[in-house]
């Protein structure tokens, strides 16, 4: 069956890479092969970033290219940019009254109810993801989809092409109790596991196009 694969890059991150570092070097293509049933013949992996911020690490937006360039080695693979937006914002203070400090009367004043954050949101991956997910299903450029994420945003896009156009959807969670309404809407549910990624590395270094060696970072090994 032609599977075109639909990989929320941040998702994945956040849900199963952040802490492991070893498993950041993932191939998105091999783990969906892992995953799906061998019926489902890929002919596609639509995988959505955004740049990184070197706000907090400098090295990271290095490595983040790394691991692009990694990807470009897979012909089924492409790319698909968002945007991060940072801006400074006042944000709620959560704090209970048992840990105010306590001020000399004379000096006591109202404590404040906001403080000014530093907020960097990622801008767009959603939206692309939902937008070439109903593209290829008007266009029947699929048998099967697989959506590998975990966010509500997705729900009325799967559901309109699940319902409305009859396509197959599936859903790659990379959580052990993915959202009800994800589920709702999917017709079938596969959940990875640290295993499957763990087995779905690229090799220690991969050769681009050009034969340029393209190493694993050593901060991942």
Same mark, same amino acid.
């Not at 570092?21 to 970033?49: D, F, G, S």
């Not at 990184?52 to 290219?65: E, F, H, K, N, Y």
């Not at 699929?142 to 599936?170: K, M, Q, W, Y």
């Given at each position: &069956?032609? #599977?075109?694969?639909?990989?929320?890059? !941040?998702?994945?991150?956040?849900?199963?890479?952040?802490? =492991? $570092? *070893? %498993?950041?070097?993932?191939?998105?293509?091999?783990?969906?092969?892992?995953?799906?049933?061998?019926?489902?013949?890929?002919?596609?992996?639509?995988?959505?970033?955004?740049?990184?911020?070197?706000?907090?690490?400098?090295?990271?937006?290095?490595?983040?290219?790394?691991?692009?360039?990694?990807?470009?080695?897979?012909?089924?693979?492409?790319?698909? &940019?968002? #945007?991060?937006?940072?801006?400074?914002? !006042?944000?709620?203070?959560?704090?209970?009254?048992?840990? =105010? $400090? *306590? %001020?000399?009367?004379?000096?006591?004043?109202?404590?404040?109810?906001?403080?000014?954050?530093?907020?960097?949101?990622?801008?767009?991956?959603?939206?692309?993801?939902?937008?070439?997910?109903?593209?290829?299903?008007?266009?029947?450029?699929?048998?099967?989809?697989?959506?590998?994420?975990?966010?509500?945003?997705?729900?009325?896009?799967?559901?309109?092409?699940?319902?409305?156009?009859?396509?197959?959807?599936?859903?790659?969670?990379?959580?052990?109790?993915?959202?009800?309404?994800?589920?709702?809407?999917?017709?079938?549910?596969?959940?990875?596991?640290?295993?499957?990624?763990?087995?779905?590395?690229?090799?220690?270094?991969?050769?681009?196009?050009?034969?340029?060696?393209?190493?694993?970072?050593?901060?991942?090994?």
């Amino acid at each position: &069956m032609r #599977t075109i694969v639909y990989v929320d890059g !941040f998702n994945l991150y956040y849900r199963l890479l952040e802490s =492991r $570092p *070893r %498993l950041k070097w993932v191939n998105p293509k091999a783990l969906a092969e892992r995953v799906l049933n061998p019926v489902n013949r890929i002919l596609q992996v639509r995988y959505y970033t955004a740049r990184v911020s070197g706000r907090l690490d400098p090295t990271s937006p290095a490595r983040q290219q790394i691991y692009l360039n990694a990807l470009a080695t897979v012909p089924e693979i492409s790319v698909h &940019m968002g #945007t991060f937006l940072s801006s400074t914002k !006042f944000a709620g203070l959560v704090h209970p009254p048992d840990f =105010r $400090p *306590r %001020l000399p009367q004379p000096m006591a004043e109202p404590w404040p109810n906001v403080v000014k954050v530093h907020k960097t949101e990622e801008k767009g991956s959603d939206v692309n993801l939902a937008s070439h997910l109903l593209l290829d299903a008007f266009r029947g450029n699929f048998d099967v989809a697989a959506v590998l994420s975990n966010d509500s945003d997705l729900v009325e896009p799967i559901r309109i092409a699940t319902e409305e156009l009859g396509r197959t959807v599936g859903l790659l969670t990379p959580v052990s109790n993915p959202n009800p309404q994800l589920r709702r809407v999917s017709r079938f549910l596969r959940t990875i596991s640290v295993g499957h990624v763990a087995a779905s590395q690229f090799p220690e270094s991969v050769v681009a196009d050009d034969g340029a060696l393209i190493q694993r970072p050593s901060q991942w090994a």
